[in-house]
T-cell receptor, first 114, second 111 residues
Framework: DTGVSQDPRHKITKRGQNVTFRCDPI?????LYWYRQTLGQGPEFLTY????????KSRLLSDRFSAERPKGSFSTLEIQRTEQGDSAMYLC????????????FGQGTRLTVV | QKEVEQNSGPLSVPEGAIASLNCTYS??????FFWYRQYSGKSPELIMF????GDKEDGRFTAQLNKASQYVSLLIRDSQPSDSATYLC???????????FGTGTQLKVEL
């Protein structure tokens, strides 16, 4: 399967714990995006990378959220001190820079904070 | 005003009919427009994109764009029960590199 891969698919964590999610983009895609989606809403942009550079981060994103893409391949999204409001589907997408917004999504990581 | 607006539905159509899904956007600088299909509990799947005014057809799907009216639509011909899903409209607001999504329209195709 050469699509976008996310791990884990599901995560249940206790409030206050840290969690980390991984995304492996389509291999030739140099742009990688993180979105968050809650029930009944469309995906909400969090941040994106071109190669290893983080080029944009949502102004609404808490400082508890951090993302990395150290070698320009896979990316990780970490949430520190999780809160119940962080419960959502976290979606990763990738694209080619020259067709920047034709983004393809992975299956997502569903986070439940209890 | 939301950046991308869609009627949440549900929109119910009989099998074989044409389903028409609509989306308006607020930022006139938007250049790229996308339709994603999302089944319950699954991630969004790209089905159509359009950059220029007019119509773009792909199989049973036709995307229509009217930049003057800031309006984009998706027509699904010969609707099938398997088309039942939520359809998300997405726009690169301001011509940037991220997508801004609407809340989606739930489509139900009834036998």
């Amino acid at each position: 399967d050469t699509g976008v891969s996310q791990d884990p698919r599901h995560k249940i964590t206790k409030r206050g714990q840290n969690v980390t999610f991984r995304c492996d983009p389509i291999s030739e895609h140099n742009r990688l995006y993180w979105y968050r989606q809650t029930l009944g809403q469309g995906p909400e942009f969090l941040t994106y990378f071109q190669n290893e550079a983080q080029l944009e981060k949502s102004r609404l994103l808490s400082d508890r959220f951090s993302a990395e893409r150290p070698k320009g391949s896979f990316s990780t999204l970490e949430i520190q001190r999780t809160e119940q409001g962080d419960s959502a589907m976290y979606l990763c997408a990738s694209s080619l820079a020259q067709s920047a917004t034709e983004a393809f999504f992975g299956q997502g990581t569903r986070l439940t904070v209890v | 005003q939301k950046e991308v607006e869609q009627n949440s539905g549900p929109l119910s159509v009989p099998e074989g009919a044409i389903a028409s899904l609509n989306c308006t956007y607020s930022d006139r600088g938007s250049q790229s427009f996308f339709w994603y299909r999302q089944y319950s509990g699954k991630s969004p799947e790209l089905i159509m994109f359009i950059y220029s005014n007019g119509d773009k057809e792909d199989g049973r799907f036709t995307a229509q764009l009217n930049k003057a009216s800031q309006y984009v639509s998706l027509l699904i011909r010969d609707s099938q029960p398997s088309d039942s899903a939520t359809y998300l409209c997405a726009v690169n607001a301001g011509g940037g590199n991220k997508l801004t999504f609407g809340t989606g329209t739930q489509l139900k195709v009834e036998l």
